[in-house]
């Protein structure tokens, strides 16, 4: 098994920012990706970005050049910088972890957290 914890989250106005973090533990697997994704109300969940450990970054077009996702293998831990923060990034963020260390998918989410922008 492997545990989320979330971070960060919050309320903020148009244009500011927030950081999420989120530490893994337990029997974290060295070769994973780790990422987040978001769900608003009354919307399906999406992807916001993803960080393979041996690999590059991913973001959604949506928050290309506002978000940036970081990682530190070293603590097992996943970051998302956001940046200008708009209405429409309202939603609850899921830190999500996924590997295949036993050559089948294992995946495991956070329980999330609220991400609010209004003035």
């Known amino acids: 098994q492997v545990q989320l914890v979330e971070s960060g989250g919050g309320l903020v106005q148009p244009g500011g920012s927030l950081r999420l973090s989120c530490a893994a533990s337990?029997?974290?697997?060295?070769?994973?990706?780790m990422g987040w994704y978001r769900q608003a109300p009354g919307k399906e969940r999406e992807l916001v970005a993803t960080?393979?450990?041996?690999?590059?970054?991913n973001h959604a077009d949506s928050v290309k050049g506002r978000f940036t996702i970081a990682r530190d293998n070293a603590k097992n831990m996943v970051y998302v910088e956001m940046n200008s923060l708009q209405p429409e990034d309202t939603a609850v963020y899921y830190c999500?972890?996924?590997?295949?260390?036993?050559?089948?998918?294992?995946?495991?989410w956070g329980q999330g957290t609220q991400v609010s922008v209004s003035s």
């Open positions: 999500n972890y996924r590997d295949w260390r036993l050559g089948d998918l294992r995946e495991y």
């Open positions: 960080f393979p450990s041996r690999g590059s970054r």
């Open positions: 337990g029997s974290v697997f060295s070769i994973n990706i």
